[in-house]
């Protein structure tokens, strides 16, 4: 009978056959429990018409779950020590290929044009992202030229929380609205931390992200000078608006005076703290503050 990676039996023999010892400088925490696995495929929504990109095979636990239900999987790992236990893994699996590779250098759109079969297929990616580099990934995935139709991450709870948070929260910030501004963002479930070998000290989410239902009320003059006010506006949480735009713009008496007359034409309170700010809020005063010249 076939046995499942995802199972802590069978990762253990398998890193036993192989002599491996995870690496913690590069995030390997392997998951051994099929449920979650298969729950992450749903969440993904896979089918056999999608290709799907995974990061960070491992030992295959994902990967193989990912090819009993994709089209095509490109997998991306950047341990060489762990290439050859993939291939030998994940050999019954003809729709599977593993390549060595650092994400963080990769040229996405090269590797979707050059591996998949049909790259007109559409596109996801899954990944139980190695942690340590969770925020680079994803603003690499998010500002890449790649049309994702779904982008299904496991990571840390609290960066996850961070990703999925609503104005007035203490997790909302600039990374909030760097995922939002581009993608549907939610929370699909949390993964304690005992079903990974080893033991994680955090527990984990699986996040989904999709291209946005709605197209924003109003887009930013220029993207740059939006994710600038942002994390100015972020700098110091616990003071208000005006004062975090103070300290981006200045505080002499002409500059303050600019900045009252565009709060109040924005109809945005000056004693209100950055984190309640909407998204739509911080378009409106990026574009108001270029058009008063600031
Ligand atoms: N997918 C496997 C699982 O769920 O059991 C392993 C997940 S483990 C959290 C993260 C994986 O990412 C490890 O296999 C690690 O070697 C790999 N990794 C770390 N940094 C990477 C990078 N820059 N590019 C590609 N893979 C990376």
Not at 236 to 244: A, D, E, G, T, V
Request: charge should be neutral.
């Amino acid at each position: 009978e076939h046995l499942e990676v995802a199972n802590p039996v069978r990762t253990k023999a398998i890193m036993e056959r192989y002599g491996l010892h995870t690496k913690k400088s590069l995030g390997q925490n392997f998951l051994t429990d099929l449920n979650v696995l298969k729950n992450i495929v749903s969440a993904a929504e896979i089918t056999d018409q999608d290709n799907v990109i995974e990061i960070g095979p491992g030992i295959g636990a994902l990967t193989e779950q990912l090819a009993l239900n994709a089209k095509q999987v490109v997998a991306l790992e950047i341990d060489e020590q762990l290439i050859q236990v993939l291939d030998e893994v994940l050999m019954d699996y003809h729709n599977v290929k593993i390549l060595n590779q650092d994400v963080l250098q990769a040229n996405l759109p090269e590797t979707i044009a050059t591996q998949f079969d049909d790259p007109t297929r559409p596109i996801k990616v899954v990944a139980n992202l190695p942690y340590y580099i969770t925020t680079p990934i994803l603003m690499q995935l998010l500002t890449s030229p790649v049309k994702w139709d779904a982008i299904v991450v496991m990571m840390q709870k609290e960066v996850a929380q961070r990703l999925a948070a609503t104005p007035g929260n203490k997790s909302y910030g600039s990374l909030t609205l760097a995922v939002q501004y581009r993608m549907d963002t939610k929370i699909a479930f949390d993964v304690s931390r005992k079903v990974f070998i080893p033991a994680p000290n955090v527990d984990s989410a699986i996040v989904v992200l999709k291209p946005r239902s709605q197209a924003l009320a109003v887009q930013p003059f220029d993207e740059k000078s939006m994710f600038r006010l942002i994390k100015g506006c972020f700098a110091h949480r616990r003071k208000s608006l005006y004062n975090n735009l103070q300290s981006i713009f200045g505080k002499t008496e002409e500059i303050r005076a600019q900045i009252n007359a565009i709060l109040d034409l924005t109809e945005i309170s000056p004693q209100i703290r950055p984190e309640r700010l909407s998204l739509d809020q911080f378009i409106l005063l990026t574009n108001t503050f270029h058009d008063k010249g600031l």
